[in-house]
Each structure stands twice: as structure tokens, then as C-alpha cells.
């Protein structure tokens, strides 16, 4: 380095110019080179991704985008920086393909094709393949044919999310399902399907996945997440947490990224009206929206930084419940507080307060039968309201001094559940009008609970217990997940498929009910 003093002495006075020659800090580029438009690549074949580079250290990510760049998915999650990536070619057919290249240390340096190119096949592939699971260590794959000349269909495995795909097995000619057997407990399976002749192979159909035990998701969090949601196709989910940490799968809960929820306030519950509305509420008053199944939320705040929401749930035509408590700034005396939206959680009104309560969560069946729960505090008791019009008028149906409720679930307008701390499950056969309490070989909390019909269901709690109903609470039985930490929220696709959150950014998932 060398530094050059320049003094110049003027009648004015004394003028400095200090001049550094060193070279200034280029700017790390990556430029993709090939396929980079109008290139024809058949599926089946060998290929070679280029690109160049400069001021750029690690490795690199590639993903594809089969629909004209609008979305993208990867390709390889990270692979050295050396200019090139062989890739056998497999996706959907399209006209349109673009190769997008990242840098994994400064992710904003990217770039991608300048126009499509062609990926295609010369024998059509297979659709619509669905993974059904026949026994708690096999599954069965079932797909569409749409090829006539076909010699038969290659079936392709990997396990875990970043496993390699790998060929499973060979069908016979016109064979359309095939049944994987004697697997693994604790794995994540993915399966798809294409057909051969010998002219080459086709594209693959979409991958379908199933878990067999217990299988611990990525989420790039160690914040405690206490919510877990799925709109109502379950294509997409959402779990939120400590910190404003709101995470996103769009793939039915089998990867997990964080978007940003424009808070740093706790989130404690979410729920979704469809496939696109969703609500999320949390500490200090917040409420945020989304309708685009959770890319983007948008704050709906009620009250001010008094007011905590801790649960939420949907009633048809567009309507949703939250629960929570405020505390009265002259007074500093909690109150239990209920709050509606009828437009899709755009806008919220006071619907019920009560005095020295805390409301914990919220279940709705239909339209009008509601129940909320929660502890008085001036004692440490239990809360348990329920509404039979609506919210309009709410009536309190404990008769117990136990402790707090933490979770509720009706499955309709008769049975419904509620657990709490010291192992308590209360049940309902009709309505809410009475309640029987249940017993679990635990005195641990019980944090949420969730039932996929009057008769099936789960709870889990504290240090990672769950149990399992079948006769609707009658007997709960003690089910092993592998896992010690806290789980908070619980929620079931059906009676098999569970996804937990809890401590430490948990989510575990199971297809076939834990066995």
C-alpha cells in the first residue's frame, strides 16, 4: 500500500490531500452461463449447469422453476463454486424452464436464465401418483398412466428431505401401483414414479412422502414455537413462536422456512378460514393476516401492548375468535377478553370481558357453539365459557376450583375436550352442559389437545408425553415420540398424521400415528 501526503501552502493557508492507491472492494457477481434461454434439454439425459464467479467464497445453491420463473424450488441445496454442476435431467415438461444460481453466504447474489429453455420428454410420464400407508412399516404407491408404449415404470426413493433420489424397483408393463415393505421406524420417505422404454425415460410424476414413527424437522429456530396450523386443503402450514418467529411449509409440512411476520412480539396461536386466510395472534395486541397462505401477513392490531391474545379459531362465513386478557392500566386488574372478526379477520370488536380471567384458547363448531378456557386468577382456578349464540352471550360452566386450562377442542356441537396443568382432561358429551374429568398416568400439564372425531384423539404436554384416545377419552394410552422437550401445540391431518411443535423450535411429524 502506498500513501502519498501532498501539502500545498497558499496565501490562504495550508491545503492537505491525502491519496490512497489501494484497490477499491470489488463487488461479488455470479453470472449463469448455461442453460441460460432457448436451450432443448430431454429429460433423461445428462446435462451440464455453467456458471462464473467472482469475489464470491462457499457454495453455491441451484434451483429450477418449471413455470415461466414465478416459482422456484431446489435443485441442489448447496454444491461447490467451481463453475459447473452436472445434473441428469427429471421434472415436468415445460417450455419455459429457468436455472436460478445463489450464492448460500450472500444470498442476493444471484442470477438466473435470461429466457426460458425447453425441458422435454420423448415418452409421456405417469400422473397423480398417491402414497397410502398399508401397515405401520409399508407403503403403497398407486399412479395414472398416460404413456402406450411404455416397458414399464421405474419407482425412485430417497430418505429425509436432503436424501438422494435412487431407483427402488421396476414395474412390469401397464403395472400401476407398487408396495414398498418392511421399513424403517423414525424416516421420512419420498417416492416418485416414471415410465421407460427404449427410446429413453419419461418425466416423473409429483413426489409423494410419508413418515414412518417420528421424524424431527429442520427450522433454522431454537426459539420455543407454540402454534401449529394448516389451511384447509393442508398444502400449507404455519408455526409460530417466541420473538415473532412465524415459519411456513409449502409442501404439506415436509420442509419449513421462515418468513417475516414484521413483529418481534410472542405469537401464540393460528388458524386458517381456507386455503388462503389465515390468522395469527400474540403478545401486546397483535394480530396479523394473511391471504396468500401465509407468504405475506399484514398487521391487524387490537388494543395496545395491555393486551395479550393467546388463541384464535374459525367459524364459517368468514368469521374468527381470539382469546386473551388485557390489563387495565389504572387498575392493573386482569381481564379475560374474547374478540370477533366477521370479515376474515380484516377488522375485530369486543364481544366478552370478565373480571380477574385469562383465556388461554378457543374452539368453535359451526357458527354459534363456542367454548373458551383459561384460569380465574384470583384463586388460580380453572375458566371454562361456552356459547351457544354466537358469542352474544357466554356462560361460565365450571364448578371446580381446579387449575388452569390450557387447550380445548370440540369436534361438534356435543363432544368437545379441555386439558390443563397437573394432567387434567375434562370431557363433554353434551355440549358443555356438564363435564367428566379423565385421567392420564401423568400429573404433568397438558398443553393442547386435538381430536379428529368424537372418538380419536391426542394430548400432549410437558417433557414430550403424548397419549391416545380411541373410545373418546375412556382409556388414554401413553405413545413414545423420542422426544423430552415441551410440546405446546398439536395439530392432525387425520387420526395418522400429527404435526407437534414445542421447546427449542421442535416440530416432529408422524404419518402413521407414532407406531
Known sequence: MKTYLLIVTLMLGIVSFHCDDSPLEEEPTLTLESPNGGERWQIGTMQTIRWSSANISGDVKIEISFDDGVTFTKLFGGTPND???????????????????????????????????????ILPGPRTLVATLLTSRSIGLQW???????????????????????????????????????????????????????????????IVSKIIGWIQQATGTDQPLYGIAYN?????????????????????????????????????????ANTTTGVVVGARGTILRTTDAGATWSAQSFGGSNYHFKGVDFAPTNTFYAVGFYTSLTTNVRWGLIIRSVDGGLNWSRIFEEQRYDFEDVSFVGLNVGTAVGSYTLNGGEALFSTTNGGQ???????????????????D?????????????????????T??????????????????????????????????????????????????????????????TQTIVGADGLIIRTDNGGM
Request: no cysteine.
Open 413 to 433: 356441537a356435543n363432544n368437545g375436550t379441555a386439558v390443563g396443568i397437573q394432567g387434567t382432561i375434562k370431557r363433554t358429551f353434551n355440549g358443555g352442559g
Open 232 to 272: 384447509t386443503n393442508h398444502s400449507r402450514g404455519i408455526a409460530v413462536g417466541q420473538n415473532g418467529i412465524l415459519l411456513r411449509s409449502t409442501n404439506g409440512g415436509d420442509e419449513w422456512i421462515q418468513v417475516a411476520s414484521n413483529s418481534a412480539n410472542a405469537l401464540y396461536g393460528v388458524s386458517f
Open 144 to 206: 395414472q398412466q398416460q404413456s402406450t408404449n411404455e416397458l414399464g415404470f421405474i419407482v425412485e426413493r430417497k430418505t429425509g428431505v436432503d436424501g438422494v433420489w435412487g431407483e427402488l424397483a421396476r414395474t412390469e408393463i401397464d403395472s400401476l401401483t407398487f408396495n414398498d415393505i418392511n421399513l424403517v421406524t423414525n424416516r421420512h420417505y419420498f417416492y416418485r414414479v416414471r415410465a421407460y422404454s427404449n427410446d429413453g425415460v419419461s418425466g416423473e410424476t409429483n
Open 435 to 496: 363435564w367428566t374429568e379423565q385421567t392420564i398416568s401423568s400429573l404433568k400439564s397438558v398443553r393442547a389437545v386435538a381430536f379428529t372425531d368424537a372418538l380419536r384423539g391426542v394430548v400432549v404436554g410437558d417433557d414430550g408425553f403424548l397419549f391416545r384416545t380411541t373410545d373418546a377419552g375412556v382409556t388414554w394410552i401413553s405413545r413414545p415420540t423420542n422426544y423430552s422437550k415441551h410440546f405446546e401445540s398439536i395439530y392432525l391431518h387425520d387420526a395418522n
Open 393 to 411: 352471550i357466554w356462560v361460565n360452566q365450571s364448578d371446580t376450583m381446579n387449575g388452569k386450562l390450557l387447550g380445548v377442542h370440540f369436534t
Open 83 to 121: 463453475g459447473e454442476e452436472r445434473w441428469y435431467v427429471t421434472g415436468s415438461v415445460s417450455t419455459q424452464t429457468f436455472i436460478r444460481i445463489s450464492s448460500l453466504n450472500e444470498p442476493s447474489v444471484r442470477d438466473e436464465s435470461d429466457r426460458g429453455f425447453e425441458v422435454f420428454e
